[in-house]
């Protein structure tokens, strides 16, 4: 079901879209394609994440996920992840070193 909202940006979008740049990911903005597609694809170390924003300076109830968010990350096979701060950005890259390393040793010659 192609739902529509205007397709607003949360207002900490571009920030935290900047901040993974800053940390070397590659970012994709998708926060136009509706249907409860995260609003950013992430990027770094062969890991793609798809990001969905939501605006901490909102109260609780309109920090909700939609419920074709809802169903959208009930149902994704791929990493998926919800960022509201740059401290959350700081866990998906501390994650994103994590799965990379696993990525390595798993892979190194006993």
């Known amino acids: 079901m192609r739902t529509n909202f205007g397709h607003r940006k ?3 979008h571009n920030g935290i879209a900047q901040a993974f740049r800053d940390r070397g990911f590659s970012v994709r903005d998708t926060h136009t394609i509706g249907d409860g597609f995260p609003d950013m694809v992430v990027a770094k170390h062969g890991q793609n994440i798809l990001i969905e924003i939501k605006d901490p300076g909102k109260p609780p109830s309109k920090r909700k996920l ?20 740059l401290s959350d950005v700081n866990v998906v890259e501390i994650k ?7 990525n390595l040793m798993a892979n190194y010659p006993n």
Request: charged residues 25%.
């Open 10 to 12: 949360d207002g900490n």
């Open 66 to 85: 939609t419920r074709d968010e809802v169903v959208f990350s009930e149902t994704w096979k791929g990493w998926y992840e919800i960022v509201e701060t």
């Open 96 to 102: 994103v070193i994590m799965a990379n390393a696993a």
